[in-house]
């Protein structure tokens, strides 16, 4: 899988104790009593968890868990670099904390995208990687949106990028722009940090790399409805739009015009 991983987890009584290398969060399946837990810290909190309860454990932070019933809980994992590159999409922000919610805390919709990642996982057949994908997407999403407080910002780099870090950008986004970019890549590619790129990218070019794509995908798009030789899904595939409905409406949301208007000139 791209972005993460995905478990369905039923275990015995006992405990563990872990430090994540990925962000980890477990949903409870099952309603347990009486799980002590700590997370970054060594003071231990006993609770009980209903059936969707959410705890969230960030990379890098120690955390521990005992229970004294069977347990049975999703478990989805994002990598910081995924995270990041989810958060660059939603915020046009790189560097984003998570908040976990208390202990004990229920949250319906990290619980409905738990049970078709169950249903997927149990099902009578090999589990669809890509729909999982999917799923661990909208789950990282989901955590940017509820699970984050927005406000951390990029340290500023005066100057924004040097000449020829903007250079090279410029030349290997024009080259892929109509494929998956993640910041990672585009900040290895300026030589800057990918916690430091999207601010330094946005000071040189006038706009946060995600939106700087979408313009020249719809640029190009464009083009190509101008010249009328393809449908409307080939165009959205070439210019790297994910199908016709997202080519239009993020044409008509930054162009003011969907496809179908452009090409006969409404």
Do not use: C
């Not at 990041?84 to 805390?105: C, I, K, M, R, Y």
């Amino acid at each position: 899988m791209t972005r993460g991983s995905v478990i369905h987890s039923v275990r015995s009584p006992g405990s563990q104790k872990f430090l994540a290398k990925e962000h980890a969060a477990g949903i409870v399946l099952a309603p347990i009593r009486k799980l002590r837990a700590s997370l970054g810290s060594d003071r231990i909190e006993e609770f009980d968890a209903p059936i969707g309860s959410l705890v969230i454990n960030p990379a890098g932070v120690d955390s521990s868990l005992a229970w004294s019933a069977t347990r049975e809980n999703a478990v989805v994992s994002i990598s910081p670099e995924a995270l990041s590159d989810l958060a660059a999409h939603e915020f046009d922000l790189a560097d984003v904390e998570l908040q976990p919610p208390a202990f004990g805390t229920v949250d319906p919709r990290a619980f409905d995208i738990a049970r078709l990642i169950t249903s997927e996982l149990s099902g009578g057949v090999a589990p669809n990687e890509l729909y999982l994908d999917s799923l661990v997407t909208q789950f990282g999403v989901h955590l940017l949106r509820t699970y984050t407080s927005r406000k951390r910002q990029p340290v500023p780099i005066r100057g924004g990028l040097s000449p020829s870090s903007a250079r090279r950008v410029r030349e290997f986004i024009n080259e892929n722009f109509t494929r998956k970019l993640a910041v990672a890549e585009l900040a290895s590619v300026s030589g800057v940090s990918p916690n430091h790129f999207i601010a330094a990218f946005a000071k040189t070019f006038g706009m946060p790399p995600h939106r700087y794509l979408i313009n020249l995908r719809l640029t190009f798009a464009e083009k190509l409805l101008r010249e009328g030789e393809l449908t409307l899904a080939e165009i959205a595939y070439l210019a790297g739009f994910s199908n016709q409905g997202h080519l239009a409406i993020t044409m008509k949301k930054y162009r003011g015009k969907t496809p179908t208007e452009l090409r006969f000139g409404r």
